[in-house]
């Protein structure tokens, strides 16, 4: 991997997370004090901000929008594109505060989810940076049967447990943070519990080795790691994603996407390339379905380099 590329790819980290945390904090103010319908007013706001003074973020959301609409972007599109970012951080505060009255859920999919656990040894949902994760999480609250724990890098998790601590303090139960030395040890219990173990799988925090797919007609590149750490722990995988579609309405929808759980050492970089192969197809589907919840707002279509690439 160059090192170009390495900074496309990590550049979240350091910054893009950084104004999603921003967000955040901004908008739990306004919408634990004036209500969703008067705090959606200021999504408006938020939304002209990044438009007129976030130019990194205009240029990503303008090459991406190029792609999934198959034209140029106009600006009411760039618009649209960070009003649902808004609309999609704004109520997370109400969905980890059980407000689900709030949303009209429709859910498409879930009895490929409940058929998979139906054997009581959990599995993986690999999601994106695609539509709300928030949404898929309030299906575990609501459903006592349906147990979510969302998995994530460290740096991550202690920033977002933060955010939800102060929003509900009972939010930040359900998420384990890689990098500690019992992370392997917390992920197997929950999955013998029969947990779902919720991961996103569009991004790395580092040097993770790459696969080259297409997406949207266009060459870009996805991390291996949350998919090893689905192989290595012999699990189900289910893609899911939480589409905002306006108002209060999201679609949520689950698909099979691959079975680790009784494959050898020696088939697993096959089944590996396999399935980051169908999340692609997936993600490039869904984005097609509903373009202005992809939320990577950064360089993303960069090819792999065959020095970070997978070996076989």
């Excluded at 973020?57 to 009411?76: E, H, K, V």
């Excluded at 299906?139 to 994530?152: A, E, S, T, W």
């Excluded at 289910?238 to 689950?254: A, D, K, P, Q």
Aim: proline content about 4%; some cysteine.
């Amino acid at each position: 991997m160059t090192h170009h590329q390495a900074a496309n790819h990590t550049a979240w980290v350091h910054n893009k997370e950084r104004s999603n945390m921003f967000m955040m904090r901004v908008m739990t103010w306004i919408s634990l004090r004036m209500g969703r319908r008067i705090a959606r007013a200021v999504l408006h706001m938020i939304a002209l901000y990044f438009l007129l003074f976030a130019p990194a973020s205009r240029q990503a959301s303008r090459a991406y929008l190029r792609l999934a609409l198959g034209r140029p972007a106009r600006c009411r599109d760039l618009y649209q594109h960070f009003f649902t970012f808004a609309a999609t951080i704004h109520d997370r505060v109400y969905l980890v505060n059980r407000r689900f009255d709030l949303f009209d859920f429709e859910v498409h999919g879930l009895d490929t989810l409940n058929d998979l656990l139906a054997n009581g040894k959990g599995l993986f949902l690999m999601g994106a940076h695609l539509g709300s994760f928030e949404a898929i999480r309030a299906l575990g609250r609501k459903d006592p049967n349906l147990r979510v724990v969302m998995v994530m890098h460290e740096d991550n998790a202690k920033k977002i447990n933060a955010m939800l601590t102060a929003i509900n303090p009972e939010a930040a139960l359900d998420i384990i943070g890689l990098g500690h030395i019992d992370s392997m040890i917390k992920l197997q219990e929950r999955l013998d519990e029969g947990y779902v173990v919720g991961m996103l799988g569009d991004r790395t925090p580092g040097n993770d080795p790459l696969y080259p797919v297409q997406i949207l007609g266009t060459e870009a590149s996805l991390p291996s790691g949350p998919f090893r750490l689905a192989a290595l722990l012999k699990r189900p995988v289910v893609f899911m994603t939480g589409l905002y579609m306006g108002g209060n309405r999201y679609s949520i929808h689950f698909e099979a996407l691959a079975d680790f759980s009784n494959i050898t050492r020696s088939e697993r970089d096959a089944a590996l390339q396999t399935a980051i192969t169908r999340y692609a197809t997936l993600l490039d589907q869904y984005c097609r379905k509903a373009p202005y919840n992809w939320f990577n707002f950064f360089d993303f279509w960069q090819p792999a380099s065959t020095e970070n690439s997978p070996k076989s």
